[in-house]
């Protein structure tokens, strides 16, 4: 008799799924018709209007705090309202907010009011999942 494997044992390759601590700075978006939460890369994004306005997230550094989407070219004027934005020092193109900072909290609720408010200076358009082909053998 082979030996059979144990139907109630959990899968070999399963991953614990982690909840994310600053999911609660996400929840005004809520109330917004077009909000959307989605997971990336272990983190939670915030779209409104099927743009990418915020990423949440309580990793390891530099994974922790909130990463505002926006282009290079808005990064002055929102460091200038906001001093404590630098950019991310792995994804350049976005700001990130440690959740170290002082005034964190207060920070990123006013983040969040200005996704609400669609400020044109956060946001950014996520780029088109590309289809991947299938490659289609004939054997004629």
Not at 27 to 48: S, V
Not at 55 to 66: Q, Y
Not at 77 to 96: D, R, T, V
């Amino acid at each position: 008799m082979r030996n059979q494997p144990d139907p109630f044992a959990p899968p070999k390759r399963q991953r614990a799924a982690r909840l994310n601590s600053l999911l609660w700075i996400l929840d005004p978006l809520e109330r917004d018709a077009n909000y959307i939460r989605r997971k990336m890369f272990g983190c939670d994004a915030a779209y409104l209007d099927e743009k990418l306005y915020l990423v949440v997230a309580d990793r390891d550094e530099p994974w922790n705090g909130v990463m505002v989407c926006t282009s290079h070219e808005r990064h002055a004027a929102l460091i200038a309202e906001m001093p404590s934005l630098a950019p991310h020092p792995e994804l350049g193109k976005w700001l990130h907010l440690p959740q170290t900072d002082e005034a964190f909290e207060a920070i990123a609720a006013k983040l969040v009011a200005l996704a609400l408010a669609r400020d044109p200076r956060l946001g950014v358009v996520p780029k088109p999942k590309s289809r991947r082909r299938k490659s289609w053998r004939t054997d004629e």
